[in-house]
């Protein structure tokens, strides 16, 4: 296992409403990326974090945010829900830059009704 | 042109078969490659970063081909184990956007 664990596994929310997902890195990485895998497609990149600051960012509205803590773990928040935002939410662990072999964890399904 | 192009799938071969997989990216000044494999319901799993010179573990041999821009996987004598999804990864070579992915090539492997 990659020991990059997320949570929730799945979570239902209606249109309108809040979500957080979560990721603890695996221990000595200090870069977290997030990606949307929508049904049949590959990943789309949301944002990458980098010892706490965000140093990368997808083609996604700002309603979607994210923080990284000092233990590199992370959070992403996506308001204001969309039908669109179902999907499967994969948090990605690295060494560096995030341009090298990535280690996923098992994702969060997020269905909105 | 799309960053990343793969073969649409999905490939059904017999066990024992050899398969190839096809992706081409558009960034002529991309430097990382890789496939990933996901299996259903899972997540990617990181199967082979790809070399210049090619790279073969097992069963699974990788390509580049710089000047034509494109990778390509073989997997010979197929397990049905071997069924999965097959990500073709590149690196963007770009500030924002590290890592650009594929929409996947499916594989079926039957007995």
């Known amino acids: 296992e990659t020991g990059v664990t997320q949570s929730p596994t799945h979570l239902i929310k209606t249109r309108g409403q809040q979500v957080t997902l979560r990721c603890s890195s695996q221990?000595?990485?200090?870069?977290v990326s997030w990606y949307q895998q929508a049904l049949g497609q590959g990943p789309q990149f949301i944002f990458q974090y980098y010892r706490e600051e965000e140093n990368g960012r997808g083609n996604f509205p700002p309603r979607f945010s994210g923080l990284q803590f000092p233990n590199y773990s992370s959070e992403l928040n996506v308001n204001a829900l969309e039908l669109d935002d179902s999907a499967l939410y994969l948090c990605a662990s690295s060494l560096g830059t995030g341009r090298e072999t990535q280690y996923f964890g098992p994702g969060t399904r997020l269905l909105v009704l | 042109r799309k960053e990343v192009e793969q073969d649409p799938g999905p490939f059904n071969v017999p066990e024992g078969a050899t398969v190839a997989f096809n992706c081409t990216y558009s960034?002529?000044?991309?430097?990382?490659f890789f496939w990933y494999r996901q299996d259903c319901r899972k997540e990617p799993k990181l199967l082979m970063s790809v070399y210049s010179s090619g790279n073969e573990d097992g069963r699974f041999t990788a390509q580049l081909n710089r000047a034509s821009q494109y990778i390509s996987l073989l997997i010979r004598d197929s397990k049905l184990s071997d069924s999965a999804t097959y990500l073709c990864?590149?690196?963007?070579?770009?500030?924002?956007?590290?890592?650009?992915f594929g929409k996947g090539t499916r594989l079926s492997v039957i007995a």
């Open positions: 990864v590149v690196d963007a070579n770009s500030g924002n956007t590290p890592l650009v």
């Open positions: 960034n002529s000044a991309s430097q990382s």
């Open positions: 221990s000595g990485h200090n870069t």
